[in-house]
């Protein structure tokens, strides 16, 4: 096939020119052994729109020895951090140029609204590599007193080696920012193996990395299934570090081949069924907008998704009556009608997924009281879904859905609410609306999250830590804690002044 292919965009009348091929050492290749294709498909309409090489095994192999010698030659210790820095600018700047056609290809390929695309996902990946770029020339070490006659100690930050990083269709462009920047900052090459769902913008955001003067090698993209590409990455012995987000299940996967392969570090961030507790001092309205956007921005498909709503009795009948109103007035639509606030969800199997934890939730007796009802016509659509009367061990309050379909309880005491929000295996997210101040403290201390979010959700800020407890992930990305899972720390131990005797 070729290397590259024009991709219409029907509601604009325009063209956009995407890779199909392998990138590997700054080109687009064929595979080294296969012919297979992974066919991209529009979610708002069903049709495809293009196909891409599939990568294999072997291709994972061409990829890693692409991105090891990079790393001993024009990478890794061979290039400062001033320089770096340069390059990481450089590559936001290429992406904000392009934000208008990134964020079309993106909506095409994810179903994503154009504007959320473009100023919120790719407006933070600009971010997000601006920020890492600053942190390029400050990673530095210590210097440890030993003995001042005698002997010195000091410690280097070193880049980790080649990383593998496999990231999830949700947020294409942003993962791809929260995994490439802080790599690259610390001197580290990578292969990435974008979701077999949405692969465009990896593809295309590749090109730019060229432009933006990269070494070859240094940033390779593999597009393939995640039972080839994934565990070829996961499995491999000469990839130093694996990066993932996505469920748990896939996971456990990776961790147990890093383990049986080289023991190679490990970052997960994985899925989440986030609780948020609204108590009877909370702004209401307000509540019910945070509670809103916590379960329908990016139409639910977030690891973060509060999908689970616990509410005080005193307030339960008046804050459901706001939430359901707030849930009718977003548009779910075509990505590229201006109005839609939310798209369809990224796929057949996604849609089928969600319905059937909708049918689950009426076949064991929640009620429905908003959606529900599958829409005519071609499109992965799912309209916001509100189950009431709840209860523990019913699977759309134990399972993540990851899409948007909302299961809203009630308790009478903090205690309760505590107790009802943390039980779950999952770990990744948690919010409480309260106007009482000593609340907020203790229920934030009390909630078992990586992120605990106070009269808000669902707000992610580059120079944060974010990740998960429990069975929602390993690690943390974002913010300086990032750093941690691209550098390796060495202690150098020098000797002036001891001579020693022997023998013993």
Not at 111 to 127: H, Y
């Amino acid at each position: 096939m070729s290397k590259f292919t024009q991709v219409n965009v029907p509601a604009t009348g325009k063209t956009i020119s995407v890779p199909t091929g392998l990138f590997i050492n700054n080109e687009f290749v064929p595979s080294v052994d296969s012919q297979e294709t992974i066919q991209c498909i529009n979610p708002a309409t069903e049709e495809p729109i293009c196909s891409v090489v599939a990568g294999s095994a072997k291709d994972v192999d061409v990829a890693v020895a692409a991105a090891r010698s990079a790393l001993k030659t024009t990478w890794g210790k061979n290039v400062s951090g001033f320089e770096r820095s340069r390059l990481l600018n450089k590559l936001a700047d290429l992406i904000e140029r392009d934000a208008q056609e990134l964020a079309e290809l993106e909506a095409l390929n994810n179903g994503k609204p154009v504007k959320i695309a473009r100023d919120f996902d790719i407006g933070d990946s600009v971010g997000c590599l601006r920020y890492y770029a600053g942190w390029a020339d400050k990673i530095v070490g210590q210097s440890i007193d030993i003995d001042n006659k005698t002997k010195l100690a000091f410690t280097k930050h070193e880049p980790i080696g080649v990383c593998g990083q496999i990231i999830p269709w949700n947020y294409p462009i942003m993962m791809w920012a929260w995994k490439v920047a802080p790599a690259l900052a610390c001197g580290c090459t990578i292969v990435m193996k974008p979701s077999e769902f949405t692969p465009l913008t990896a593809l295309k955001l590749s090109e730019l990395v060229v432009e933006a003067g990269f070494p070859p090698g240094v940033v390779n993209t593999v597009p393939a299934l995640g039972s080839v590409g994934g565990a070829a990455l996961a499995a491999h012995p000469g990839v130093d570090k694996i990066a993932f987000t996505g469920s748990t299940v896939t996971g456990r996967k990776i961790m147990e081949a890093a383990a049986k392969s080289n023991l190679k570090k490990v970052s997960l961030e994985l899925g989440g069924k986030s609780p948020q507790l609204i108590f009877e001092s909370a702004d209401i309205d307000q509540a019910a907008n945070w509670a809103a956007l916590g379960i329908l921005y990016n139409t639910g498909q977030d690891c973060t998704a509060g999908s689970r709503v616990y509410v005080q009795d005193s307030i339960y009948d008046k804050f459901l009556q706001t939430l359901i109103e707030k849930a009718k007035a977003l548009n779910i639509g075509n990505g590229f009608d201006e109005k839609s606030g939310g798209g369809p969800v990224v796929s057949k199997v996604q849609y089928d997924k969600i319905w059937s934890y909708i049918d689950a939730g009426k076949q064991e007796g929640a009620k429905c009281v908003l959606g529900g009802e599958k829409r005519p016509g071609k499109g992965y659509f799912v309209d916001p879904t509100i189950f009431t009367e709840i209860k523990p061990g019913m699977k759309i309050v134990k399972d993540e859905i990851f899409g948007p379909v909302l299961s809203v309880g009630r308790f009478k005491t903090e205690e309760e609410a505590i107790n009802l929000a943390n039980d779950t295996t999952y770990g990744l997210g948690a919010g409480l609306h309260s106007n009482d101040a000593g609340q907020c403290m203790r229920v934030s201390q009390a909630l078992e999250a990586g992120t605990v979010w106070v009269n808000q959700y669902n707000l992610l800020y580059n120079n944060v830590p974010f990740g998960g407890k429990k069975q929602s992930g390993i690690g943390r990305e974002l913010g300086s804690y990032a750093l941690d899972e691209y550098t390796s720390v060495k202690a150098i131990q020098w000797n002036y002044g001891e001579k020693l005797d022997w023998p013993l």
